[in-house]
């Protein structure tokens, strides 16, 4: 097999490792079930409003979902701590950054996320981290990621808060354009979001698939599209079976069986399905700018 023929066919299983990756550091967190997903929707939304270039959009897409790569590394009493984040704890979150840029050197398609995980807490005024640079020093994908990721916190619940109101979250990133947010990609934001073009995604960890939280004890249960009637699915936090009666667009039922799962079944999984989906957009998108990424890693 010649080298030109061998190096696209080797982008598919390094686009899956990465997601594969991402989805492992997002499975320690019982509250975040579909943050990734979410902010990665939102940030391809961003993405084709600005009329972006189709591997561009992949590109990006491909960044929300990777954006958190380095929270690995942050500890579990901080990450998950129900109240507020003393200096020191906040110093230790701030290294998140940092942490997802050295995991993914070496990888052969390191330069298709790293401006996304190293540079999304930037802001335009300069107050971001982990280097505080300021205004177009800051790389266009990282300034999608940074609006994304910060609208899905503000509107998805948390061991501290409860997610607010879509129109609140809005509003906020209105008022910050310019300062915490790019003026421009804040503003596009706004209108996507007052236009209900990010309802499908609020509150949703796949498409068409809401977000469950326990009957137990509240964290969310991650249903899989493939889900089956009468199949079980386990709370990661509490450990509790629930059994999975039936969904449609806007609503889940399950069932609290009583019963605690067994450390076999609370093993981590990913969502093979979606997985899949998201891998054969991102090769398609990808591949014919693909090549030369593979040969500069080389």
């Known amino acids: 097999m010649t080298k030109s023929n061998h190096v696209p066919s ?3 299983p390094f686009i899956e490792n990465l997601y594969r990756m991402a989805w492992i550091v ?7 079930g579909g943050h990734l997903w979410r902010v990665s929707q939102y940030s391809r939304l961003l993405a084709q409003d600005l009329g972006l270039e189709i591997d561009e959009v992949a590109q990006i897409e491909l960044g929300g979902f990777l954006h ?10 901080v990450l998950n701590k129900p109240g507020p984040l003393d200096d020191h704890e906040y110093a230790l979150i701030k290294t998140h950054p940092r942490i997802g840029a050295r995991l993914l050197r070496g990888h052969p398609l390191a330069a298709l996320a790293h401006e996304a995980v190293m540079m999304h807490h930037e802001m335009p005024d300069g107050r971001g981290y982990p280097d505080g640079l300021s205004g177009e020093d800051i790389p266009l994908i990282a300034r999608i990621v940074g609006i994304c990721d910060a609208f899905d916190a503000m509107t998805s619940t948390r061991p501290y808060r409860k997610g607010m109101p879509v129109e609140k979250a809005l509003s906020i ?11 421009d990609l804040g503003a596009r934001f706004v209108h996507l979001g007052r236009e209900g073009r990010l309802d499908h995604v609020v509150g949703h960890t796949d498409h068409g698939i809401p977000i469950m939280n326990c009957p137990m004890c509240g964290p969310t249960i991650v249903v899989r599209r493939d889900q089956k009637p009468d199949e079980y699915v386990y709370c990661h936090h509490c450990g509790s079976q629930a059994r999975f009666k039936f969904r449609t667009d806007e609503n889940i039922e399950l069932e609290p069986t009583g019963v605690k799962g067994t450390a076999d079944q609370l093993e981590t999984e990913v969502d093979e399905a979606l997985l899949s989906a998201l891998v054969a957009g991102a090769y398609q998108n990808l591949a014919p700018r693909y090549k030369g990424l593979l040969d500069a890693g080389r």
Request: charged content about 30%.
């Open 10 to 12: 080797l982008l598919a």
């Open 26 to 32: 997002e499975a320690r967190d019982p509250y975040t």
């Open 68 to 77: 958190d790569l380095g929270k690995v590394g942050i500890p579990d009493a």
């Open 173 to 183: 990133i209105q008022e910050a354009a310019g300062k915490q947010f790019d003026a």
